[in-house]
């Protein structure tokens, strides 16, 4: 629908497990974002990349590692995660990183931490 | 960094009535302030943005407008519809912080 792909949609880990969020986009964008969605607050940016480039890391914990091999594919590798890490976990593009431009969201993937 | 402010959480509105939702932030280099719909179970979309060269934008039924002397920006809905019920966001994208900062989200349902 909107060309941004997010795979898997549902995930349950244990605190000791490796796992990997996808997200994929046929906007031909150049800027992709991965966002965290917690209940009752607001999206929080953890990563920004711009042009294969990682621009912003906002001070995420070193358990979640990002990767952008290139402007259409953008991984998050989660690892020993905590029950509050429990979140909706959104991915996002745009044409550029500028921040004044339209995000087009993927339709997340709900993490449960147990 | 940049602070913002959404009110209310929650909102509730006949069919019909309008709506309107409001966010305030703190960096007074602030240029542009996007408006985003979350469905239940669906992803966030952009509904409407304003640039800060410009007091008021609308698109139908939804407009924008936004007050830079006082720092805060509103999204009005009018008529409503059930199928407005959704989460709404404000954003506001700082130069200073050079990101996009969103609200904590209101959400708002049309009662039939």
């Known amino acids: 629908e909107t060309g941004v792909t997010q795979t898997p949609r549902h995930l349950v880990m244990g605190m000791t497990n490796k796992k990997s969020l996808k997200c994929e986009q046929h906007?031909?964008?150049?800027?992709m974002y991965w966002y965290k969605q917690s209940a009752k607050k607001p999206l929080e940016l953890m990563f920004v990349?711009?042009?294969?480039?990682?621009?912003e890391n906002n001070s995420v914990p070193s358990r979640f590692s990002p990767e952008c091999p290139n402007s259409s594919h953008l991984f998050l590798h989660l690892h020993t995660l905590q029950p509050e890490d429990s979140a909706l976990y959104l991915c996002?593009?745009?044409?550029?990183?500028?921040?004044?431009?339209?995000?087009?969201f993927g339709s997340g993937t709900q993490l449960s931490v147990l | 960094g940049e602070n913002v402010e959404q009110h209310p959480s929650t909102l509730s509105v006949q069919e019909g009535d309008s709506a309107v939702i409001k966010c305030t932030y703190s960096?007074?280099?602030?240029?542009?302030f996007p408006w985003y719909k979350q469905e239940l179970g669906k992803r966030p979309q952009l509904i409407i943005d304003?640039?800060?060269?410009?007091g008021e934008k609308k698109d139908q039924r939804i407009a924008v407008t936004l007050n830079k002397t006082a720092k805060h920006f509103s999204l009005h809905i009018t008529e409503t519809q059930p199928e407005d019920s959704a989460v709404y966001f404000c954003?506001?994208?700082?130069?200073?912080?050079?990101?996009?900062?969103f609200g904590s989200g209101t959400q708002l349902t049309v009662l039939p």
């Open positions: 996002a593009s745009s044409q550029e990183y500028r921040g004044s431009e339209k995000l087009f």
């Open positions: 906007l031909g964008h150049n800027a």
């Open positions: 990349y711009n042009f294969k480039e990682q621009t």
């Open positions: 960096d007074s280099a602030s240029n542009y």
């Open positions: 304003i640039r800060s060269n410009v």
């Open positions: 954003a506001v994208f700082s130069g200073s912080a050079r990101q996009l900062t």
